[in-house]
């Protein structure tokens, strides 16, 4: 009986160390080793023994695991975009949760480390994450198969991520991200902010006058009138072209029809409008208080002349874009 008792303490003692060994674990102490390095270091750097003991079952806590592809022989573009984003939301995730209440774990498996489990998973693409439910404990899953994360819109946000995993951990924390401050981009805005600031307080006495002149609102008003009266905005609406061919080895300037037009033939339009406003405001304003009665007569022959032709050759251009149009002035008849 006495080396019975021995022999079966002898067993104990051997299923105890068996139970300390290395991959022997149990699920408290390995959630509690790997928490204990995203403490210092988060997301965790995996590989292949370290992917397979941390994602193994029983596990009574969750895994969120990136498989990426960083070295540049790869070529994965994607993998260097979402990178920084992914490690913002676990160093976030895990600074927030430093007692481990959410149960969570983050950890970056790249294909030079883990090319084992790459293959067993018949990866092809990356970055794939992987979120593995616990398979014992209150939070279990119906199943312990993990939840893949669909990237074909690209790389994703820290905060979208976020809300993801939110949706997969009901009824535990979920600390928010916390983005570092960028300080050069601060500091850039005040610089050019001060140095906007500093520009219009030089230049205010030089451009207050230009803002106040009547001359300067008045060209601006009329070049508005003139171009809005001349189609402007109809071209920006139908988006038409510029100018079109004619058939005939040509261009044409002019549309035919009412409804239709060119780019250049709303500034030709515009400019003889144009031409027509500073004809009349000459006869109306600048010929009346010239006092030459010989120069007088002269520029009023000129602008009138000015007045008639152009008017004669508007005209002309509207009744080649309608033959209906009955109205005419010589020379352009």
Wanted: charged letters at 15%; aromatic letters at 12%.
């Amino acid at each position: 009986m006495r080396w019975l008792s021995l022999f079966s303490l002898a067993l104990s003692a051997t299923g105890a160390l068996a139970a300390k060994a290395p991959g022997k674990k149990t699920p408290e102490e390995r959630f509690q080793l790997y928490h204990n390095k995203a403490l210092s270091s988060s997301p965790v750097k995996l590989a292949d023994a370290s992917y397979r003991e941390l994602t193994s079952t029983p596990r009574d806590y969750s895994v969120a695991v990136l498989l990426t592809a960083m070295d540049s022989r790869y070529g994965c573009q994607l993998c260097r975009e979402f990178q920084p984003e992914w490690e913002l939301l676990a160093r976030s995730w895990t600074n927030g949760d430093r007692k481990g209440e959410s149960r969570v774990v983050f950890g970056t498996l790249d294909f030079g480390d883990g090319r084992d489990v790459f293959m067993s998973l018949g990866l092809q693409t990356a970055p794939v994450l992987f979120f593995f439910p616990p398979s014992t404990g209150p939070h279990a899953a119906a199943s312990s198969e993990p939840v893949r994360y669909d990237f074909s819109g690209g790389a994703q946000a820290a905060d979208v991520v976020h809300n993801w995993l939110s949706k997969q951990l009901p009824d535990r924390p979920h600390p928010p991200i916390k983005r570092p401050i960028n300080w050069m981009r601060w500091i850039s805005t005040f610089v050019v902010l001060s140095g906007t600031l500093t520009a219009c307080s030089v230049a205010w006495p030089y451009v207050l006058p230009v803002i106040q002149s009547r001359t300067v609102w008045a060209a601006i008003t009329l070049i508005s009138i003139l171009l809005f009266t001349s189609g402007h905005m109809f071209n920006h609406i139908r988006n038409v072209p510029y100018v079109a061919g004619d058939g005939k080895g040509g261009i044409s300037y002019f549309a035919s029809g009412f409804q239709n037009q060119y780019g250049l033939e709303t500034q030709i339009v515009a400019a003889m409008y144009g031409v027509l406003a500073l004809s009349s405001i000459s006869l109306a304003i600048k010929v009346p208080r010239m006092t030459d009665p010989r120069n007088q007569g002269i520029a009023f022959a000129a602008w009138f002349g000015v007045l008639f032709v152009v008017y004669s050759l508007l005209l002309s251009i509207f009744r080649g874009k309608n033959p209906g149009y009955t109205l005419s002035l010589p020379p352009f008849m």
